[in-house]
């Protein structure tokens, strides 16, 4: 297979990111593991689209940057990997979803994580703390010259920052109790 054949099993184009090939990859093996897809060629095609995945990950920063490095990574890949990958995907393709869902593999695909979470989380609050010390130091030392800092900046940075802190907390919430059933496994 190319890198095109690659890109198109996943539906993807040549300038996609690293994040588009993880979702790409997320919803085609929902679609076609044969646990849930009981098509006859489920199992090919989703050991195909893992193939594609393992291969356009391992190699994606490679092959963006130049012609023969594109070369070589073919190489390597079908040298060393394309049998590793195709045989854990035949594994996978064995398994139910629901053990492949869990598996380390799958979860790397996903885009957000605890420390992610976490961050979005620490930066809803400064918005918050800074907007209001930003407003009401304007309003005690006011620069000469300028006006009076606006009342509808200050509404607005506010609203923002408070629908990003409830964000972050909910996916910290789903993120937690994810962690807590899998302890529980």
């Known amino acids: 297979m190319t890198l095109t ?7 993807l184009t040549p300038d996609s ?7 790409a990859y997320r919803v ?3 679609q076609y593991h044969p646990d849930i897809n009981h098509a006859p060629d489920a199992k090919d095609l989703f050991i195909i689209i893992t ?9 994606h920063e490679k092959i963006k940057t130049h012609e023969d490095a594109y070369h070589q990574a073919m190489e390597d ?3 060393y990997r394309q049998h590793r990958s195709r045989k854990r995907a035949h594994a996978y393709a064995r398994a139910p979803y629901s053990t492949f869902k869990n598996s380390n593999y799958y979860r790397t695909t996903r885009i957000f994580d605890g420390t992610t979470i976490i961050y979005g ?7 918050i703390i800074y907007t209001i010390i930003g407003f009401f130091y ?10 009076k800092p606006s009342v509808f900046a200050f509404i607005m940075l506010l609203v923002l920052g408070t629908v990003f802190l409830f964000v972050s907390i909910a996916y910290l919430r789903n993120y937690i109790a994810e ?3 899998r302890k529980k496994r």
């Open 138 to 147: 304007r309003l005690k030392h006011p620069i000469p010259g300028l006006e």
């Open 121 to 127: 989380f620490i930066i809803a609050v400064m918005v």
């Open 28 to 30: 085609k093996a929902r």
């Open 77 to 79: 890949w079908r040298k």
């Open 51 to 59: 193939e594609a995945y393992d291969f356009l990950i391992s190699y």
């Open 179 to 181: 962690s807590k059933k």
């Open 17 to 23: 990111t690293v994040e588009d090939i993880k979702k």
């Open 5 to 11: 054949d690659y890109y198109k099993i996943l539906g």
